[in-house]
């Protein structure tokens, strides 16, 4: 480990491999092919907080407060210099190269980027303060006074809101208190039934999008591991697998803005097995494009109708066993006739429709 | 026989009905059928079915579970009892001999009534064999000819009789 590492903290990862971000964070930059020092190859995030860095076997971060200034090698006669050195507060400096992107663009975006201080703690502005120490009188008294309260709460809540949508930059740069104020009003949703808080997490959106033009070409890569955090909740609802439309539009709510196309999110998905991720775009005979959990074989599917047959709730139609388990009526088309394939069903087509019962014939 | 016919429990089971597209189940499904119409045949003493008609019947038609074999399903059953040698096309698809036992099974019979009653060398007709009252108890009595006449001939290939006709009687000469 050089002595330069050692000036750098680990970072940690969730298990798509994107880093974890904290709070208030949010991407502002990935370049890929970039050089540090000697290490070749690496993954190169910005973020408002830190810049991290990662390949295969090496993840480390390093916080912008602990950068103490910038050094842009100056341009040769014939040749643009890509290098950028980084001078750490403990006196260590960094070399970087980079090589598929333009380096002046990354020390724009970077000493913008640390001008703003995004870390440092605010108190969350001008949006939950409370009045203290204003003149007492009755109007803010009693009942009353805790309705009005509440009202000019939800006043200033709204206009922030409203300003922030009016200019899409803006929104950036009011980025991170939209982010704290999300998580602030989900924690005021805290005590409700499970069902409100992810529902209001959807519509609150996603906290750090991925987006073009912070991923660049990197986009499908990024995009794809993001689908694989995201989707791990709504997949165990569904017993693991979701149709692809369904994908699309509950990733797109949850986004809200810069919605990705139906390309993008098949591109994305595309990328599964490459990447390694734990979900697989499955393809059925009728056309049907689905997105699976690798936790979630059709092995459990069928153990599930297994157990039906034993504990005698038949017959079953598809619809039946649909609403059972949450499925879209191809999907539970396929497992019956699945199922009816691996003779644990027989069937029964009548005017009635068609129905399946546990195989009486083995 | 005027005792009813007890189904077996299968048969009031919808699937039973429905022919099943799986081919293991198909094939088990396939061979219990056959078994319960040679059952049935052989209880009611049928040996030609016509297949408009017993359609209709209370073997392929349950009225309790409101379910009924179609005709393609008994085609199905049909042609495989013909496979197995249980059975004959009379008219291809439409009438069918079942043979709840087999040409050669009912041969054994008369030539055992025949060694039973030391008709050895003698000769008889056909109509004394088949129907007359000293056969009335016999299995074979009043056997569809067809089926008798068909075991005549696998006596005849044994060379235990011989068959011969003469002024339109048919003569059974036993060896």
């Known amino acids: 480990e050089n002595k330069k590492g050692c000036s750098m903290d680990d970072l940690p990862l ?270 059925f005979d009728s056309g049907l494009l689905c997105v699976q959990s690798d936790l979630y074989s059709d092995q459990v599917m069928l153990d599930y109708i297994d157990e039906l047959v034993k504990s005698n709730k038949f017959p079953l139609t598809a619809s039946s066993f649909a609403s059972l388990k949450n499925l879209t009526m191809s999907l539970a088309n396929y497992y019956l006739l699945k199922a009816e394939e691996r003779e644990m069903l027989c069937r029964d087509e009548s005017f009635e429709g068609l129905l399946f019962y546990p195989n009486i014939f083995v | 026989q005027a005792q009813p016919f007890s189904f077996p429990a299968i048969h009031n089971l919808p699937p039973f009905f429905t022919v099943q597209p799986v081919l293991n189940t198909n094939q088990k499904q396939l061979q219990m059928w056959c078994e319960l119409v040679l059952d049935y045949v052989r209880h009611f003493r049928l040996h030609e079915v016509d297949l408009m008609e017993v359609v209709n019947s209370p073997l392929f038609w349950n009225k309790q579970i409101n379910r009924r074999l179609s005709l393609e399903g008994i085609k199905w059953i049909m042609e495989e009892l013909v496979r197995r040698g249980n059975a004959e096309w009379a008219i291809q698809d439409q009438r069918v001999i079942i043979y709840w036992r087999t040409p050669a099974e009912w041969a054994n019979l008369i030539y055992t009534y025949a060694i039973n009653n030391a008709m050895e060398g003698t000769v008889c007709t056909l109509y004394e064999l088949r129907e007359s009252e000293a056969v009335e108890k016999e299995e074979f009595f009043e056997l569809d000819i067809r089926v008798f006449r068909k075991a005549l001939a696998v006596l005849e290939q044994q060379q235990k009789a011989r068959v011969f006709s003469s002024n339109n009687n048919v003569g059974v000469k036993f060896l």
Not at chain 1, 43 to 63: E, G, M, P, S
């Open chain 1, 14 to 283: 969730l298990p798509s491999g994107r880093p974890i971000m904290l709070t208030g964070e949010v991407e502002v930059l990935v370049v890929q092919k970039v050089q540090m020092e000697d290490l070749e190859g690496l993954l190169f995030r910005l973020t408002t907080h830190r810049v991290l860095l990662q390949r295969a076997d090496y993840t480390k971060q390093i916080h912008l407060q602990n950068i103490d200034k910038l050094e842009a090698e100056p341009h040769g006669w014939f040749s643009k210099s890509n290098i950028l050195k980084f001078h750490l507060r403990n006196t260590t400096i960094l070399q970087f190269s980079f090589f598929s992107v333009d380096r002046d663009l990354v020390f724009q975006r970077l000493s913008k980027t640390m001008q703003k201080k995004s870390w440092v703690q605010e108190l969350p502005s001008n949006v939950m303060t409370t009045n203290k120490g204003a003149n007492f009188s009755t109007t803010s008294a009693g009942i009353g006074g805790i309705i009005r309260r509440q009202e000019e709460k939800h006043e200033k809540t709204n206009q922030s809101l409203s300003q922030a949508f009016a200019d899409l930059s803006a929104l950036m740069d009011n980025a991170k208190e939209m982010v704290l104020l999300a998580q602030k009003l989900k924690a005021n949703h805290s005590n409700k039934e499970e069902d409100d808080v992810n529902d209001f997490m959807l519509n609150m959106g996603l906290e750090s999008p991925v987006s073009k033009s912070t991923a660049g070409n990197l986009f499908h890569v990024e995009l794809s591991r993001q689908l694989c955090d995201f989707l791990q909740v709504p997949l165990s609802r569904n017993t693991g697998i979701l149709p692809l439309t369904e994908v699309y539009s509950i990733y797109n709510r949850a986004r809200g803005t810069e919605l990705i196309s139906p390309e993008d999110l098949y591109r994305a998905c595309l990328l599964f097995e490459q990447l390694q991720l734990p979900l697989t775009l499955r393809r």
